[in-house]
């Protein structure tokens, strides 16, 4: 067997894995396991963790499967939890990905290899997503539904102005015949469906391709088919890197992050800057400065919970970003100055149904 090649930081948004899994340093050449039908390439949790993630850090995996997640982050000193319907090992939990036994914002870390549409029969369990069609009569209502809800999830368990990943492939039913020169087959974007449900939490940092080396790809006869019958096989998987902005966007009122960002309103309506200087600069939000930037939960009690680890200052975006306390602005104005109080019908907002 060749000796497998030495682990680098990649630095293009397109990626090649070398191998399935590689060789850690303290000699173990297996993350999770390459018999389980659609384990994810430990290499590329590996290129993740080191950049997204520090020694100590919580990773969580709501979809583990065989524990390649587990398996990388504590490889690399990382602490980590593994959730999957099916799970394969004593230390992954038994847990639908939309329900983790998990307090909020505790995980530095979420990545999540979900089932792409019904390709792979993961388990007998009616509650597993492998079962839903993203292509099918509802036109893949219930297998986005499903995820959008697993997303939902994740941004609850995932500390602010930390990162996810979302590793996926778009998928393609072939048909029977072609219409002229028009394959009669289906397919299903979920990459760029996927990729619309994680914009609404959280804020894009990359998207990197990553070259797919399935077996299915190494066999001639599905070139053919694909040949002949005017198709592609699906050459590529998405892996969508994105940020859970700061601050606790479920409770931190609109008017919190307008006081953080430095500014008020001004008798008139308009928003002015409190003090020249400040406008511009990132802040943090008041309720998190009020808590000295720590979070109850017990697992954030075991960190720093202020960003930085053993000194060395968090890499990575400011704490907040212009377009996010804007946008919380816009939000404020909308609604007036009471965040609580619904806008009057009549007054910009259409009215209700049925009145
Ligand atoms: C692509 S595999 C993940 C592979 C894994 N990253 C690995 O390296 O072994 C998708 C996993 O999602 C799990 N799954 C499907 N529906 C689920 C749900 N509702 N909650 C939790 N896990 C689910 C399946 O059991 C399967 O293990």
Redesign the pocket.
């Known amino acids: 067997m060749s000796p497998k090649p030495a682990l680098r930081i990649n630095t293009t948004t397109l990626w090649e894995y070398p191998s399935q899994h590689y060789a850690s340093a303290s000699g173990v050449t297996e993350q999770?396991?390459r018999d389980?039908v659609?384990?994810?390439p430990s290499w590329i949790l590996w290129q993740l963790l080191q950049r997204y993630t520090r020694p100590k850090d919580l990773v969580v995996?709501?979809?583990?499967?065989?524990?390649?997640?587990i398996d990388v982050a504590r490889d690399l000193g990382r602490r980590a939890l593994g959730?999957?319907?099916?799970p394969q090992r004593s230390d992954i939990f038994r847990?639908?990905?939309?329900h983790l036994p998990l307090e909020p914002e505790v995980a530095d870390f979420v990545f999540v290899?979900?089932?792409y549409s019904t390709h792979v029969d993961?388990?007998d369990d009616p509650?597993?997503?492998?079962k839903l069609s993203a292509g099918g009569d509802d036109n893949g209502r219930a297998y986005f539904d499903a995820m959008e809800r697993v997303i939902a999830e994740i941004d609850r368990v995932l500390r602010p102005d930390r990162c996810m990943a979302l590793y996926v492939s778009d998928s393609y039913q072939k048909g029977s015949g072609a219409l002229g020169r028009c394959p009669r087959g289906r397919l299903m974007p979920i990459g760029f469906e996927l990729f619309m449900r994680l914009r609404r939490p959280f804020v894009p940092v990359d998207v990197v391709t990553v070259v797919r080396h399935n077996r299915k790809l190494e066999q001639g006869n599905f070139h053919k088919a694909a040949e002949e019958e005017n198709f592609f096989l699906r050459g590529f998987n998405y892996l969508f890197i994105m940020r859970k902005p700061p601050g606790d966007r479920r409770s931190q009122a609109p008017r919190d992050r307008v006081e953080a960002r430095g500014e008020r309103r001004g008798k008139h309506g308009t928003d002015r800057p409190r003090d020249r200087q400040g406008a511009g600069k990132t802040v943090r939000p008041t309720s998190e400065r009020r808590k000295g930037g720590k979070s109850s939960t017990p697992a954030s009690r075991e960190d720093s919970g202020s960003g930085q680890r053993s000194g060395v200052p968090r890499k990575g975006p400011p704490a907040a970003t212009r377009s996010d306390e804007d946008r919380a602005l816009r939000e404020f104005r909308r609604r007036g100055r009471n965040p609580r109080r619904a806008p009057k019908p009549g007054k910009g907002t259409p009215p209700k149904k049925g009145t």
């Open positions: 999770g396991d389980y659609g384990a994810t995996d709501p979809m583990c499967g065989s524990g390649t997640t959730y999957d319907l099916n847990a639908d990905a939309r290899d979900p089932p993961y388990s509650a597993c997503i492998g």
